[in-house]
Structures are given as C-alpha cells and as structure tokens.
C-alpha cells in the first residue's frame, strides 16, 4: 500500500509542476487567443449562413469542443516536449482536466 501512496504522491505532484509550469507560460488571454485562432480555422465561411455574424458565434452553437480539445492537447504536448517528460495515458487525460479546469476558455 505505501508503494501505491507514494506513486500517487509523485503523480500529482508531476502534474502539479506541470500546471504551475503552464499557467507560468499561458495567461488567460493567450489561451482566448489560441483557442479563437483555432475556430477560425474549424469554421467555413460559407457555414454561416444569415444567422450568424462571426464564425466564433457558430462554433459556440455547433461545435463539441473539438477546437479546446486540439488546443488542450497542443499545450500538453509543447509541455512535455519542453521539458522532457513522458506522461502515461492516464497523467496526460489528468493533465487535460486539470488545464481545463485552470483556463475557463477550455472548459466546454
């Protein structure tokens, strides 16, 4: 049991660092520009149609959060690249949370 205790001590504290590390290097306003940079490229113009102005307000409406999911995943990445860390499956999906749970722009 100890050996447990202190595998889950060393993975929050992994995942710890890694947000501290993330939100030293990603403020709020660059993940809204991010994210905002990403609809853009989700949405065709011609989906507009007459009852939208702006693409941003038709992925709000239509989308399943396929544009946080790319940009929750780019900031894991860039993280473990940046500082040489290899994340299990399961620290990575934790990581994802806790990123969301930290910028509300990925929060969908």
């Known amino acids: 049991m100890k050996y447990l205790k202190k595998f889950n001590e060393s993975m ?3 995942l710890e660092f890694a947000i501290v590390k993330i939100k030293s290097e990603y403020d709020d306003q660059a993940i809204k ?3 905002d940079n990403e609809i853009e490229e989700w949405v065709e113009d011609d989906q507009l149609g007459d009852n939208y102005e702006t693409k941003l307000e038709w ?3 239509n989308s399943n959060g ?3 999911e ?3 995943t780019y900031i ?4 473990k690249s940046d500082y040489k860390k290899n994340l ?3 620290e990575e999906k934790e990581l994802g949370t806790l990123i969301k749970k930290n910028f509300e722009y990925l929060d969908y």
């Open 88 to 90: 299990s499956e399961s």
């Open 59 to 61: 992925y709000w409406d």
């Open 70 to 72: 790319i940009i929750v």
């Open 33 to 35: 520009e991010l994210l």
């Open 76 to 79: 894991i990445d860039k993280f």
């Open 66 to 68: 396929e544009a946080q």
């Open 12 to 14: 929050n504290s992994e």
